[in-house]
């Protein structure tokens, strides 16, 4: 099997870029007004719409830089799985390292969570935030790396492929027997 790139839907991208470049306007706009002077609102609103500009900042120019951007965000191959196209970026995982997949929902979002035999020997890989993001995950009782499946663009052809490599799949109810 040759190499299978699946890409994020450029469309929702940028859609998603111009929600949160939106968003930051009109929080750091906020922000600024209060800082001015020009309208007055108590503290904690004042708090929170910097919070908020601060956060929203990196992540427009993180969707933005990835609507522009033409790299695959999953590929898979005959010896596993590159995870590139996420926070945190994962890289490659051999197949050998995958014992089956998940599918689960968070908020009406579709993923696919990978059960892998070592997580820990993943998620140690990274430090700070990335590190935080990923156990986030296995607290919540899911798996820490996974794949956002409303974003890809060929949704089928991801799952032929997996398939194709005879990666199980389990149900929510086989795991915990």
């Known amino acids: 099997m040759q190499k299978k790139e ?8 940028i859609g998603f870029s111009i929600l949160t470049i939106t ?3 009109v929080f750091g706009g906020i922000t600024l007004a209060m800082l001015f002077g020009s309208i007055t609102l108590e503290f904690p609103i ?3 719409s910097l919070i908020l500009t601060i956060v929203l900042i990196p992540v427009s120019i993180v969707l933005l830089k990835k609507a522009t951007t033409n790299e ?4 898979i191959s ?3 799985i590159m995870i590139n196209g996420y926070i945190p970026k994962i890289g490659f995982i051999p197949w050998e390292d995958i ?3 998940i599918p689960y929902q968070i908020n009406k979002q579709a993923m696919l969570g990978f059960i892998l035999f070592d997580e820990d020997k993943y998620v140690n890989k990274f430090t700070g935030m990335n590190k935080k993001l990923l156990e986030a995950n296995k607290s919540m009782g899911y798996p820490a790396i996974n794949v956002s499946i409303n974003n890809l663009k060929d949704k089928e052809g991801f799952f032929e492929a ?4 005879n990666i199980g799949f389990y149900l929510e109810d086989e795991r915990q027997a």
């Open 72 to 75: 695959p965000s999953v590929v």
């Open 78 to 80: 005959t010896e596993g």
């Open 6 to 13: 699946f890409f994020d839907s450029r469309a929702r991208m």
């Open 99 to 101: 014992d089956g997949c």
């Open 46 to 48: 004042f708090i929170l």
């Open 23 to 25: 968003l930051t306007l």
């Open 162 to 165: 997996l398939a194709e490599q």
